[in-house]
Structures are given as C-alpha cells and as structure tokens.
C-alpha cells in the first residue's frame, strides 16, 4: 500500500484493550523529519 507506514489491525489486542500495530516502513527517531509518502503537490 502506497504510502502506509504503520497498519493497525485491532484495537484490543490480547484483551489488554491496547492497539495492535505493525510497521510496514522502516521507523527510526532522528533530529529531522522524512517523509516517505509519495507528494501529491503540484507547486
């Protein structure tokens, strides 16, 4: 899927009344922000 990063598929998982997530891009915590979703501008 084009511009997913992160897909959340319940939101009770385990019964623990938590989300469930799976990362489908790479994540990382850096000093500066990168976009991986396709830009849709056309400026």
């Known amino acids: 899927m084009d511009g997913v990063a ?3 598929y319940t939101d009770n998982w385990k ?14 915590i850096s000093g500066s922000a990168v976009s991986q979703a ?3 501008s056309k400026y």
């Open 6 to 8: 992160i897909w959340q």
């Open 15 to 28: 019964g623990m009344s938590t989300d469930g997530n799976v990362t489908i891009l790479p994540l990382s």
């Open 38 to 40: 396709p830009s849709n």
